[in-house]
């Protein structure tokens, strides 16, 4: 293990990503100030972090909440980088789009001007969202770069399932950038898809329920017909990699896979015969919507390498909701 790398912060620690992320940089490593809501009757059971090989030494925890901008300060100091991936998420919609809105705003930029402040952070990479690039216009693209971005007006109008979620992603990148540019501070984004693989927070993350679908029995709920993918190891190994390179330029999508429900099903049930996966025929009569595919050729042009098959992904998810009780 590489030692020395210096001190990085990653917000929203208790997350999916940020879990896995944080296990990632121990492991190259790094040391980890990790931000989590305030907990004053310590009831919240972190030791899925603390567990960590590595994180008794070099993991360390503070209090910050993106609804007070100004209480990352403290996990900020001293950092070479910083990892955003803690977001405000009401798929629900039980705030108003605006509320969640500014809150994600004013909570990103409450952390670059911590990270400003503290004259020591080389980069800041912000964990971005495919549904930034995936509603562009009433009608869906069936291939999106880097350069597109969702119709932050249509989403307003028409409502579509996450709207909310996806307009405060749309608006806090866009901001992130901005600020970045204004202040000399360097920022890249990271644009995941659905994030498949194994996980080390207790909870059974959004992404991988949604891809489980078949094999978790809940058909019915299926609402896409092309999903596309990524290995969770692949999206913090694409965090890295951005923190790390001489010089990114801007946003990276991180989608090495395109999979239509037929082919989901098909290496489910091959794989998984003692779950009742749909057959292709039924999975046909499903309607839903169609993911554009994200190409991923800008990050790997800058050197950036896959390593995770579908078999991967789904081997990985499924092992892991049985350890964890899920399946």
């Known amino acids: ?30 040391s980890v100030n990790t931000t989590i809501r305030s907990d004053p009757g310590r009831k919240r059971d972190v030791s899925f972090l603390t567990n960590l090989p590595g994180a008794s030494e070099k993991l360390h925890f503070f209090n910050a909440d993106l609804s007070d901008p100004e209480s990352f300060g403290p996990a900020v100091e001293g950092c070479v980088g910083i990892f955003h991936t803690a977001t405000p998420i009401d798929f629900a919609v039980n705030e108003p789009e605006e509320v969640v809105t500014n809150r994600a705003i004013e909570g990103a930029l409450g952390i670059l001007k ?44 028409l409502k579509p399932f996450s709207w909310s979620y996806t307009v405060s992603k749309v608006l806090t990148e866009k901001a992130v950038f901005e600020f970045g540019e ?8 990271v644009i995941a898809p659905f994030i498949v693989g194994r996980f080390v927070c207790p909870k059974l ?17 299926i609402g896409v017909i092309r999903y596309h993918t990524v290995h969770v190891d692949d999206v913090a190994r694409a965090h890295i990699f951005l923190l790390e390179h001489p ?11 395109i ?10 049930s091959a794989k998984y015969p003692e779950y009742q996966i749909p057959t292709v025929d ?10 554009p595919h994200l190409t991923s050729k800008k990050l790997e042009d800058a050197g950036f390498e896959f390593k995770y098959s579908l078999e991967d992904m789904f081997q990985g998810a499924i092992e892991c909701c049985k350890e964890k009780g899920y399946l």
């Open 114 to 157: 911590a990270a400003v402040k503290a004259k020591t952070v080389k980069r800041v990479v912000y964990t971005s969202s495919a549904s930034t690039v995936s509603f562009t216009g009433p009608e869906p693209q069936d291939v999106v770069d880097e350069s597109a971005w969702s119709d932050v007006d249509l989403l307003r109008r």
């Open 182 to 189: 204004q202040n000399g501070l360097e920022v890249a984004t």
């Open 1 to 30: 293990m590489a030692e020395g790398k210096g001190t990085v912060c990653v917000t929203g620690g208790t997350g999916f990503i940020g879990s896995w992320l944080i296990k990632s940089l121990l492991e190259h490593g790094y």
């Open 205 to 221: 993350p959004d992404s991988i329920e949604k891809a489980l679908l078949m094999v978790l029995g809940k058909k019915e709920e």
């Open 282 to 291: 039924e999975l046909k009569g499903i309607k839903g919507v169609k993911q």
């Open 247 to 257: 010089n990114p330029k801007g946003r990276y999508n991180c989608s090495p896979f």
């Open 259 to 268: 999979v239509p429900i037929g082919e989901m099903g098909e290496i489910l």
